[in-house]
């Protein structure tokens, strides 16, 4: 298995709050010499990544990798591919900001983070055949890249999509500086969608439509819709309503309520659509959809795709007071909305790792879950982030 230390890039600008830069996608085309034995592919997306084969993702969870300090620690997957390999094969890599370019984050000064850059990748393809031969294959300037119809991704404030978007001209990637960071195969378990959520209620309210989804969680939405071309969809996420109108105040902050929030928008194609968000999550109960008719305003419009690290449960609690019941269930249902790779203090608005968050929560998460593999990396993660003194940054 190689960690490669080759990695390219787009190009070496990235978005900014005021600037957007398209998701870049790179595509690398493989003709196997022969009946294979074994295959297998390790990739590093910076910030996030999805890997697809010959059309098919094989990515194993959602946000991928596992998120890091580029500088100070570096995270692959490794995926046996033997059975997906054809005689001719297309590898596609669609890289997501992520916290690599976490510029959402510049709340918390995660825009002045030293390893900040461009979505850069790297990746191995190692094939070994029948009759003894071994082709190894990094990524480098034969790999092409265009850009998406990804307009703008960031973790907290979301993802624009333009199915209109017609991808550019395939161009040869660039090579790009190796993160400084130590390289290191993820043992985490994966992010996955655990329950599919239908809306309890669709309601109007000034033009646009409230989706109830009847519990707050954290996930993103699926849309499925019949459009014409062109047509501007908006979801606004939000945990509350005040006064019976939707609010979105605990997503955003006081002084910047007209441009912090989070959102998904989608500019759709002819006919029908089927779009869920690839590189970014979000905390909400409540879903504003702004841009569609009152007869595309059906419950069939959203789905809540509710995920979570895959933590497994070893525990459980039932007893004969149902309020005791329930406050079990919202325990288990916060730790897990706050579970992406890490423990986080919120999936709403920050999603930061603060540490007393994650250290109050962890007794009970131990009891009834299985987080062991994710604590150990998130804590190779932190004892990096010491300095000489030893002391930790805020997050």
Not at 55 to 66: A, Q
């Amino acid at each position: 298995m190689i960690l490669s230390d080759s990695f390219i890039c787009a190009g070496e600008k990235f978005s900014t709050y005021e600037e957007r830069v398209p998701a870049p996608l790179f595509m690398k085309e493989l003709k196997a010499g022969g009946p294979v034995e074994r295959a297998e592919l390790t990739v590093c997306g910076l910030g996030l990544y999805e890997a697809r084969l010959n059309g098919e993702s094989i990515t194993k969870g959602r946000l991928c990798p596992y998120i890091s300090n580029s500088e100070q620690i570096v995270f692959y997957d490794n995926y046996d591919i033997t059975d997906r390999l054809q005689s001719e094969n297309r590898f596609e890599f669609l890289l997501g900001n992520g916290m690599q370019n976490s510029f959402g984050g510049f709340i918390w000064d995660f825009e002045k983070a030293a390893a900040r850059s461009a979505p850069k990748l790297a990746f191995a393809i190692e094939v070994t055949y029948k009759d003894g031969r071994r082709e190894v294959i990094e990524a480098d300037e034969s790999v092409l890249v265009t850009g998406s119809n990804i307009l703008s991704d960031d973790l907290r404030l979301g993802e624009v999509c333009d199915a209109c978007r017609e991808t550019g001209e395939w161009r040869p990637a660039q090579k790009t500086a190796s993160p400084s960071g130590k390289k290191v195969l993820s043992s985490a378990k994966p992010i996955r969608v655990r329950e599919e959520l239908e809306p309890v209620s669709v309601n109007e309210e000034n033009g646009d439509f409230v989706y109830d989804f009847g519990i707050n969680t954290s996930g993103v939405c699926r849309l499925r819709v019949n459009a014409h071309r062109g047509q501007k969809i908006r979801l606004v996420f939000g945990e509350e309503m005040k006064n019976g109108l939707f609010c979105f105040d605990s997503t955003t902050f006081e002084d910047r309520k007209e441009t912090y929030y989070q959102s998904d928008t989608y500019i759709c194609k002819e006919g029908f659509n089927d779009w869920t968000p690839t590189f970014t999550y979000h905390g909400f109960r409540y879903v504003k959809v702004e841009g569609i008719t009152k007869e595309q305003a059906t419950k069939e419009l959203l789905t809540f795709l509710v995920f979570n690290t895959d933590l497994g449960t070893r525990g459980s609690f039932e007893c004969d007071n149902e309020a005791v019941n329930a406050l079990y269930r919202m325990a288990l249902n916060s730790t897990l909305s706050n579970f992406h790779h890490f423990p986080t203090d919120c999936p709403q608005r920050e999603k930061n790792g603060w540490t007393a968050d994650a250290a109050l929560s962890s007794a009970h998460t131990l009891l009834y879950f299985e987080p062991e593999d994710n604590y150990k990396q998130w804590l190779e993660c932190i004892c990096r982030a010491q300095d000489e003194r030893g002391a930790i940054p805020g997050i």
